[in-house]
């Protein structure tokens, strides 16, 4: 049986091309797969599972029709979406996963992440993470109306935005410290993310001397990118859009 993969596709209205490709994909390819695995940055931001937001209601739409036709379905929280919670989990029937999580993939551990986590040479962004991901930072937000939680957003985007502008690529770039730390914490081999925008299979030894790899998911800004792992095992796939 296969699994897929997506991440990163930061579906917005301004670029509807995005979402549309999704739909196309959740009606198309992703029908005849086991399990879709959605590891964080569906959207662009999101500002809360009571946004009216048409474009999105489409997608979760779209999501909810895969489900319901046998499909098992997860999500991971990204650092756009991490505002979603379970009333969207209801409406598309995903199940939301901690981040990092460990499932067994075709008889393999791999330890799933968004894998912002991991870049922990950027200390101004995980000091933004902490925050932003603290139940009473979240729940402050959320007491706020539509319109405030939106012009928040705005700001923030613009804001990440700016401070992207001015970091090198290295330090974007997840540690490689920090990756053989959490996969000697969680007893495996393979971890599996996005966040990065960098796809690629990277391979490695560890220092207990395992052979280790990192699969690495690709954005959706200019075509799809779908991870797959099948009984030959992982490889990543580009949808032309």
């Known amino acids: 049986m296969t699994d897929l993969f997506i991440s990163d596709l930061h579906i917005d209205e301004s670029a509807p091309e995005i979402g549309q490709q999704l739909i196309e994909f959740l009606k198309g390819p992703a029908r005849s797969c086991r399990t879709l695995y959605v590891l964080g940055d569906l959207f662009e931001a999101w500002i809360g599972d009571d946004d009216p937001n048409p474009h999105f209601s489409d997608i979760q739409d779209a999501l909810a029709a895969l489900t319901h036709s046998g499909v098992r379905g997860y999500f991971m929280h990204g650092n756009r979406d991490f505002l979603i919670g379970e009333a969207f989990a209801a409406r598309t029937g995903l199940e939301i996963l901690t981040d990092p999580v460990v499932h067994t993939i075709n008889d393999t551990p791999v ?66 410290a920090a990756i053989d ?60 859009r």
């Open 111 to 176: 330890l799933l992440s968004h894998g912002d986590l991991y870049c922990t040479d950027d200390n101004e962004y995980q000091a933004v993470r902490r925050t932003v991901r603290s139940v009473e930072w979240q729940a402050q937000v959320l007491a706020l109306p539509l319109e405030a939680r939106r012009q928040l957003a705005g700001q923030a985007r613009a804001e990440s935005t700016d401070a992207n502008a001015k970091k090198s690529e290295d330090i974007m770039d997840v540690n490689q």
């Open 181 to 240: 730390a959490a996969l000697a914490e969680h007893n495996v081999t393979k971890i599996l993310h996005g966040h990065t925008h960098r796809p690629a299979v990277h391979e490695w030894q560890l220092p207990s001397g395992l052979k280790a790899r990192r699969m690495v998911l690709g954005d959706w800004y200019t075509q799809g990118s779908v991870g797959v792992w099948d009984e030959t095992g992982f490889r990543l796939e580009t949808l032309a």
